[in-house]
């Protein structure tokens, strides 16, 4: 993915000069080819790890992803500033403990080989990383509310077509408790509901390819709700890293800044989230 962003930013330099003069002009250009990149970018490293991309690499499909995510990894930390790379760390490391949890514990998801893929610690890492990074464009911060709007949108409906077409009320459920919290986290607002749809997409991609599968019924077990593959909702879990993270950062990494945090969580501001505002 780092390869492919680099081949678009020397397609598009003429363009970046142009808009380097043109401020607005630029952070437009940053916000839709970091979103472009990164969404293809995804599709084709789930497309490498599936039983497809193992007919295309004598069955190391997941090997040469986990090398790929590592190497991504490696790339945006090293562009990153020390908060966020520390953010970036107890991500991938809190990340990875709940799906060894979930998956192989709990039995919730299934991965394809019956593992947890190594490739999974970095991507969580990386989509703290991605979510940051787009709620902290200039040109999403001046039309933040129109966003969260059509973000808050998107979750509703998909919740209910997935709801009517797979019968996922488990996800409708995930997605009611999500809204719920939302609506108490209103300085994290809009990073949840970019989150949200950020998740829906690698869920969708992901089990659409094979990746991993949901069980028809919520962890598998006979008469429980019914759930669809993937549940609209899942990203409601993603509350629970986020106050994993934060507690992580505050509490043990970082106790000298928590006072200053706990002030300007009480301070009504004009910011994108609470918890991003760590990294700043």
Known sequence: MASLLEHYERMLQPLAQVAARHPPMLNVLKFFLSTYVSLIGIAL???IDSPTGDGWFSGHGQAIVNILALLIFV??????????????LVGMLVGFSGELYFSLLLGMYHYRLDNVPLWVAFGHGLIYWLAFKLTHNSYIEAIRPRMERLLLAFAVLYSLLWLKIADDWFGFLCTIVFLMVLFTARKSRFFFLLMFAIVAYIELIGTATDCWYWPATTFGIDGWLPSGNPPSGIAVFYFLFDAEVLFIYLYLIYP????????????PRSGITA??????
Do not use: D
């Open 75 to 88: 790339i945006f930390y090293g562009r990153s500033r020390k908060r966020v790379r520390v953010i970036m």
């Open 256 to 267: 000298r800044k928590r006072p200053r945090f706990e002030r300007r969580a009480r301070k």
């Open 275 to 280: 918890e991003p505002q760590l990294v700043e």
């Open 45 to 47: 490293l789930l497309l």
